[in-house]
């Protein structure tokens, strides 16, 4: 069984510019879940879908971060204007519904220079 | 609010002795508890969990943890280290609360020499 898939593994871009980032969870898992890890640290949720209902995305940064998961199965997370502090490992996981276990992709390096 | 301490960010190993990986956890209510395993450049990768059933729980590759109540613990360990055991590793608690949403610790960086 295919894991989770996430594209480009690697990023790396100016300041300002933009940025996305996708993902394909594991066929059948309806809930998925996009982290940040920064350098150093565990990992944070950033924001979490049920279907292609974010249902919590209390930590995601709003004003330059997006995301969207059309049809309730692939999703991509978008940056626009990117900035330094967004340097950082991006991760997908996806889930049967909680609390099952979380599987995770190999996750996107951005680097914003 | 739930959440996870590791106890070391590093810990060095010879080959074939003993590892033992500190976390000890804070949670209002009965906590469903991970250890996760990252190798570099490579995804996180479940080896065990704990969800109130036996304390001593079995993970792969032979680890295993031990959910300690009273001390509010879960320590990963392992008899014998081998070098492919040389990773990143994270405790990690599922708040219930929040629809699973996992907390993890800030991770130990197991080393293990020749």
């Known amino acids: 069984e295919a894991g989770v898939v996430q594209s480009p593994r690697y990023k790396i871009i100016e300041k300002k510019q933009p940025v996305a980032f996708w993902c394909n969870p594991i066929s059948g898992h309806n809930t998925l879940y996009w982290y940040r890890q920064n350098l150093g640290q565990g990992p944070e949720l950033l924001i979490r879908?049920?279907?292609?209902?974010?249902?919590?995305d209390s930590q995601l940064p709003k004003d330059r971060f997006s995301a969207e998961r059309l049809k309730g199965v692939d999703s991509t997370l978008k940056i626009q204007p990117a900035e330094l502090g967004d340097s950082a490992v991006y991760l997908c996981?996806?889930?049967?519904?909680?609390?099952?276990?979380?599987?995770f992709g190999p996750g996107t390096r951005l680097t914003v220079l | 609010a739930q959440s996870v301490t590791q106890l070391d960010s590093h810990v060095s190993v010879s080959e074939g002795t003993p590892v033992l990986l500190r976390c000890n956890y804070s949670s209002s209510y009965s906590p469903s508890l991970f250890w996760y395993v990252q190798h570099p450049n490579k995804g996180l990768q479940l080896l065990l969990k704990?969800?109130?059933?036996?304390?001593l729980v079995k993970g792969i590759n032979g680890f295993e943890a031990e959910f300690k109540k009273s001390e509010t613990s879960f320590h990963l360990t392992k008899p014998s280290a081998h070098m492919s055991d040389a990773a990143e590793y994270f405790c990690?608690?599922?708040?219930?609360?929040?629809?699973?949403?996992?907390?993890f610790g800030q991770g130990t960086e197991l080393s293990v020499k020749p």
């Open positions: 879908y049920e279907n292609e209902e974010a249902v919590d």
């Open positions: 990690v608690v599922s708040d219930q609360n929040q629809g699973g949403k996992l907390i």
């Open positions: 704990y969800t109130s059933a036996a304390t």
């Open positions: 996981a996806s889930s049967l519904a909680p609390p099952n276990t979380q599987y």
